[in-house]
């Protein structure tokens, strides 16, 4: 009993970390974007910035073990216990074609869906970015039956609570489109008014790149022993080798730690990135450093954001490997409630009711569609007993 409240605890304490710091980095995010609209160039510093850290928690895990001792199995590469099949001898762990294949499609993830959300959120309100990606649950459901993934049966009550879900998202992205629009007429800002629609499509795009992520992502970040062992499409879509035991070929799955995937998701994301920012931002920055100077870049707000982007990478990562792809996306969802309700308050807006419904018809949702999940869950105890 105490040892099930102890994984609880744990599990709710990393959630409310994350919703803190995700709601702290939205209202850095779109300071930066307000003050220097170049998404493309934020993404390339937050992966610079994020491949950097990583590098450094590695060579401190590398060489203080009570370091490296603080965090849980998976973060690191297994440096201090020689016996371990996965002992690394080096700080990093090489780059091999297994790797860069495994992590070519996150970092392609993370490229495309950072541009579009970057995007969406220097055009549209913080509230509106957040409240679509409250969506990833329904394409998460529709990804898994497209592509014949195992998943949950749908039943009733989870019907219910997606539409409460989709319907909750309406009513939020349009009180928000009515308060930009008022706002645009009555600051005589009409480009802001003009452009809302293709901010939402980026936002919309950016949701249904880091759904399909979460998906593909479940199956890389599960580092649990009890889990390696078991190859499951629906939870683990990597390449994987053959290990041979005696006589007997076993299909495996290579796990590699989050720090690991999180310098080499950064560096490959980087690099698939450059090009599209040299042809399309760098002549901007050039030409603001060589006239105005390197203070015309906000490098605080860059560093700040960097900071709290690299934290919620490793709570997200952690939470990945520790519960199923939908629990994540639900845990996902509900920080992204705190992030609107954050919103809200720091922009000083009136809050409508229709706000207010539209916010709960989400919350309603969610609560449902657990209800409905730990039902559906103990029914398959029963049936297996």
């Not at 992966?47 to 998976?74: D, H, Q």
């Not at 294949?101 to 579009?116: C, D, H, I, N």
């Amino acid at each position: 009993m105490q040892q099930k409240f102890h994984a609880y605890s744990h599990i709710i304490l990393l959630c409310l970390c994350w919703y803190i710091i995700s709601s702290f980095a939205s209202q850095v995010t779109k300071k930066i974007l307000t003050i220097h609209p170049l998404p493309l160039f934020l993404g390339e510093f937050q992966f610079a910035y994020t491949a950097f850290l990583a590098c450094i928690c590695c060579v401190l895990a590398n060489k203080f073990p009570s370091f490296c001792r603080r965090f849980p199995e998976g973060t690191f590469p297994q440096y201090h216990d020689e016996s371990h099949p996965r002992y690394q001898r080096n700080t990093f762990i090489r780059p091999t074609k297994h790797l860069l294949l495994t992590l070519l499609p996150l970092s392609l993830f993370q490229f495309v869906g950072k541009y579009f959300g970057h995007m969406a959120t220097s055009l549209v309100p913080i509230s509106t970015v957040a409240s679509v990606k409250t969506l990833s649950p329904v394409c998460i459901i529709i990804i898994q039956k497209f592509f014949d993934l195992a998943g949950p049966q749908l039943g009733g009550h989870a019907y219910v609570s997606l539409a409460c879900i989709i319907l909750g998202v309406w009513i939020i992205v349009s009180e928000d489109g009515r308060d930009t629009s008022r706002a645009g007429l009555v600051a005589g800002a009409r480009d802001s008014v003009e452009y809302s629609s293709y901010g939402i499509l980026c936002a919309v795009s950016s949701m249904l790149i880091f759904a399909a992520q979460n998906v593909y992502g479940k199956g890389v970040f599960t580092y649990k022993q009890e889990n390696s062992n078991r190859f499951d499409k629906a939870v683990s879509p990597l390449p994987i080798y053959m290990e041979r035991k005696g006589n007997v070929i076993i299909p495996e799955s290579i796990k590699y730690d989050k720090l690991t995937l999180m310098l080499y998701i950064s560096l490959v994301g980087f690099s698939l990135s450059f090009g599209w920012f040299m042809t399309w931002e760098y002549s901007t920055i050039y030409n603001e450093i060589t006239q105005i100077g390197f203070g015309s870049i906000p490098w605080k707000l860059l560093f700040l954001n960097g900071t709290f982007h690299f934290l919620q990478a490793m709570i997200a990562y952690q939470l990945l490997g520790e519960v199923s792809t939908l629990t994540y996306s639900i845990a996902n969802i509900m920080k992204r409630i705190v992030v609107i309700t954050v919103s809200w308050v720091v922009s000083s807006r009136r809050i409508t009711a229709n706000q207010l419904l539209g916010l709960f018809l989400n919350m309603f949702g969610l609560f449902l569609y657990e209800r409905y999940n730990n039902r559906r869950k103990k029914v398959q105890r029963k049936t297996h007993l």
